[in-house]
């Protein structure tokens, strides 16, 4: 079985059927009229105005045949929609593109077909209007015109404007445009040319109920100033095509709005009027905080609440070399990021950003001269009397020499710690206080271990590795140190390996911090090999005394 091809148009002919608005539509008699007349007329026993959708055939209207659709795969239908005038199958049995087609094989056993195609206003086909028989038949001239005909009278319904649907399309629109005007955040009023109120959409600002305004003239409504302005507005609106511009107050309200006028046509003018109270004083509140923030030596931005730049100080300015033109309306980071700019440090500013929340961060800044600087930014958002988000203020403070001397202690503890693993020079970190113990995998090297041997390390994993002649005058000399009696903690001590053997160790410290009280808190040392020195010293002195320790050279005097 053949299938039918798309026509070349598929896409823009689906889209004009689509606005008919036929498809799937109910039963309308304007259309069974037709139906019927052409089932009559042929004595034939079906005839269909249908539909071709991308991949069935929607029946709107039909004679003799209970389906509804039918896929268009297997439509006869789907081959008239190719067709520019009438398409006849006289035998389909006998036709080899329908021989097998189930629609012959089976119900509704289609023998003779005659198809019009059926065009919408802008001359797409979208359907057709066919005539089918389970009888072969021939189908004359005279008859294919008198189909066209009945094809032609389907198209004039389809053109022809339903009083009743355009009656629902008015009310629909109607609705429609009431619920805009309902939904608005401002006042909507179009006004005649005898100055009358036509048109008013309900508004919690409205001086009057909206059936009190309708009607009236700007004179009777408001015989003061005001409505002389509005008077004076809409005659200049009626003379030009351009939009006219108000901005006015109502004192006694302490509200603030903006009106604009323009002309729809020579009878009417339309006017939007537009309650500015919160932007007024969110400006006035701007003001005072540039006023505040032109006095701080630290960057000051201020932004809107999407964000856009409204004002920067003389210090920002100084620290970016971007004026207030510069950055006015614009997004900081658009101009401010480069290359070395942390781009998860921007995405944390931009979902504090978004959620209203502060933020502090510090970011390096690119100045207009594209020399790179870091800031740290402390951002908080401003909220209206009603603790609505009006906008940010950015306080940047250039933080360059900090980051600098960072950058040089950080080089200068690399570089301790590369002394440290050349010299095979252990570090350890005691917490006096808790008996915490940090050591570096030198120190354990030293012993022969690895931490996770030693785990967890206290205070007890030294005093258990430490000789038990040695250890006693360790914990004097560290108590000295702590309690300020001696300016740093040495001793030389011998310690056990973990082959077994007892290898020597010079310990060297320093309080490194102290409690808010003053006592010694952690102590930070280091140990180093002396194993070889002291068995030669050993050699000729009494091993079971504390060796001296003035001859000895510090390994590496970090702790002085």
């Not at 079906?46 to 929607?58: K, M």
């Not at 198809?115 to 005279?142: K, M």
């Not at 507005?233 to 030009?240: E, L, M, P, R």
Request: glycine share 4%.
């Amino acid at each position: 079985m053949n299938t039918p091809e798309y026509p070349v148009d598929e896409a823009e002919r689906l889209l004009a059927l689509n606005r008919t608005a036929l498809l799937d539509s109910p039963i309308e008699e304007r259309f069974e009229r037709i139906t019927r007349l052409v089932a009559h007329f042929f004595n034939i026993k079906i005839c269909l105005f249908s539909l071709i959708d991308s991949n069935r055939q929607w029946i709107k209207s039909k004679v003799g045949l209970d389906a509804c659709e039918i896929e268009r795969s297997t439509s006869f239908c789907g081959y008239t929609i190719l067709q520019q005038d009438i398409f006849v199958v006289i035998d389909a049995t006998k036709d080899e593109c329908f021989s097998t087609n189930p629609l012959v094989i089976d119900h509704p056993h289609i023998r003779f077909y005659a198809g019009a195609p059926i065009r919408e206003p802008n001359g797409h086909i979208i359907g057709t209007l066919c005539i089918i028989d389970p009888i072969s038949r021939e189908f004359s001239y005279h008859e294919k015109q008198a189909l066209r005909e009945f094809a032609d009278m389907v198209e004039h319904e389809i053109t022809r404007i339903d009083p009743q649907k355009l009656q629902q399309k008015l009310s629909s629109n109607r609705m429609r445009t009431r619920s805009i005007l309902a939904t608005l955040p401002d006042m909507v009023f179009v006004i005649d040319r005898h100055l009358r109120f036509l048109v008013c959409n309900e508004h919690p600002d409205l001086l009057k109920k909206q059936d009190e305004i309708i009607g009236q003239t700007i004179g009777n409504l408001l015989p003061n100033k005001l409505g002389d302005e509005l008077i004076h507005n809409v005659k200049q609106a009626f003379s030009t095509n351009n939009v006219i511009y108000q901005n006015y107050s109502i004192k006694m309200l302490n509200k603030y709005f903006e009106a604009r006028y323009k002309k729809i046509n020579e009878n009417e003018v339309l006017i939007v009027i537009r309650n500015t109270t919160e932007q007024v004083l969110i400006n006035t509140e701007i003001r005072r905080l540039s006023e505040v923030a032109r006095q701080t030596k630290s960057g000051v931005v201020i932004t809107d609440k999407k964000g856009l730049v409204v004002w920067i100080n003389e210090a920002f300015s100084a620290m970016s070399g971007y004026s207030i033109d510069d950055m006015l309306g614009k997004k900081p980071g658009e101009l401010l990021q480069g290359i070395e700019t942390s781009a998860i440090t921007v995405m944390q500013m931009k979902q504090a950003l978004a959620e209203a929340n502060s933020f502090n961060v510090d970011i390096v800044n690119y100045s207009k001269m594209k020399k790179p600087y870091w800031v740290r930014i402390a951002c908080n958002p401003l909220l209206d009397e009603k603790g609505k988000l009006s906008g940010f203020i950015a306080i940047q403070t250039d933080i360059t020499k900090e980051k600098r001397d960072e950058e040089l202690i950080l080089n200068s503890e690399n570089l301790l710690e590369a002394v440290i693993d050349t010299n095979t020079i252990g570090t350890w970190h005691l917490n006096i206080q808790t008996g915490e113990l940090l050591i570096n995998d030198k120190w354990l090297a030293l012993l022969g271990y690895n931490l996770t041997e030693l785990q967890p390390t206290d205070r007890s994993t030294w005093e258990q590795l430490t000789h038990p002649d040695d250890l006693a005058y360790c914990v004097i000399q560290l108590e000295r140190h702590a309690t300020g009696q001696l300016p740093l903690y040495e001793a030389n001590m011998r310690m056990k390996h973990k082959n077994g053997e007892w290898v020597w160790i010079n310990s060297r410290g320093k309080v490194s911090s102290r409690t808010s009280d003053g006592n010694a808190e952690w102590l930070l040392g280091t140990h180093f090999d002396i194993n070889d020195r002291m068995r030669a010293e050993n050699s000729l002195n009494d091993t079971s005394k504390q060796p001296p320790v003035s001859g000895l050279l510090s390994p590496l005097k970090i702790i002085q």
